[in-house]
């Protein structure tokens, strides 16, 4: 049996879409395991806050249709200046994401996270939006992220106003 060349291509473009947003994740990982059992254990939370295991399970899922998203959009061709857009905000924001982690987790400056997601949930809303204008799908896929960032954006606030000693920079 004889594989296309095409199909190859689709498939090395999706290994490749998912590599890039589960790299993403694998790095902000990376700044957040070491800060769950000691700092952000001693943070107040406020009520809504889910128990600490939901958030990996819940982040390799929006991954994965962050990549399946990335995807559909590589999909249309990169000389389309729609999906030029598009991936430059995806890339955009996927880098906000990690900075993130970064200033939450390891900086524990909440102040700068909270300024950091901020930013990602206005960069994502633009990426939700050009996403659609490439293709349905990938902008259905990063609906439930951004649902989920606009909540993180919640925590990150509501957090910083039940921790006022960590709300300086670093």
Known sequence: MCVSNSVIHKILLLVFALGICLLAGYVGSYYTTPSIPTWYAGLEKPDLTPPSWV????????????????YLMLSRGLNNRDVQFGIALFLFQLLLNVSWSFTFFSLHSLFLALMVIIALWAILLCTVIQAFRVTAGAGALLIPYMIWVTFALYLTYAIMQLNPAWVGLP
Request: aromatic residues 18%; without cysteine; proline residues 6%.
């Open 55 to 70: 958030f990996a399970p819940v982040w390799t899922a929006l991954y994965v249709m962050m990549g399946l998203s990335l």
